[in-house]
């Protein structure tokens, strides 16, 4: 499926309209609408893929999951898959050169709800909400909510976890970052106005 280039507009009132906490803060659209992927799968650097643990076999077409990590929606479920691209979990959401982190946000240590992906030089942190637009926001707190958590509450930041920027260069996934970083530069400089 081809990328939708719906209006700034359109796009700042619907993220708004779901993060309460983004309103007035500086926080910036970073693609284009795009079902083929989600939050997980954008915190993994991949945008071929949905990444989420069904527990069917197979695995619905468009969906991933890595190989021989259970298929739930618990915290320790998303923390494993992470490992197995070589993250290790850590104390502090704080930017440290030469690592990328992630966050996992939850509502519970059974219900994870979203990832969010540290901007490479941690100007932000990278989302995508649901099949909405990527975007950077400046903080976690930004897309977080309050209890009691519904519908499309992210909960709360429960774990981070880094790895070093060469382990995700020897994993090819420094390289995929890149390359959805200059692709999505790419529309947003000659594709998309009003940005």
């Known amino acids: ?12 009132s619907d993220i708004e309209d779901a993060f309460e906490r983004l ?25 071929d893929h949905i990444w989420w643990p069904v527990d069917s076999d197979p695995l619905p077409d468009g969906v991933y999951w890595p190989p021989g990590i259970p298929r739930n929606e618990k915290l320790e479920t998303f923390v494993k898959a992470f490992e197995y691209l070589g993250y290790r ?6 930017f440290e050169f030469g690592y990328q982190k992630v966050a996992i946000y939850a ?6 709800t ?8 941690g100007n932000g942190w990278l989302s995508k909400p649901g099949m909405l637009e990527d975007i950077v926001h400046p903080t976690l707190e930004s897309i977080a909510s309050d209890p009691p958590y519904q519908g499309g509450d992210y909960g709360k930041v ?9 382990t995700a260069l020897l994993r090819l996934c420094l390289f995929r970052c890149y390359w959805h970083s200059l692709r ?3 529309y947003r400089t000659f594709r998309w106005s009003g940005l």
Do not use: N
Not at 1 to 12: I, K, L, Q
Not at 158 to 166: A, C, D, L, N, P
């Open 1 to 12: 499926m081809d990328p939708e280039f719906r209006p700034a507009a359109a796009v700042r």
């Open 23 to 47: 309103k007035g803060a500086p926080w910036s659209i970073r693609s284009p609408f795009d079902r083929t992927y989600k939050c997980i799968a954008w915190a993994a650097c991949r945008t």
């Open 89 to 94: 979990c850590c104390d502090s959401a704080s």
């Open 107 to 112: 509502w519970d240590e059974d219900t994870v």
């Open 114 to 121: 979203h990832m969010a992906r540290q901007h490479f030089l």
């Open 158 to 166: 429960f774990q981070i976890m880094k790895r070093s920027w060469i």
């Open 184 to 186: 999505f530069w790419w």
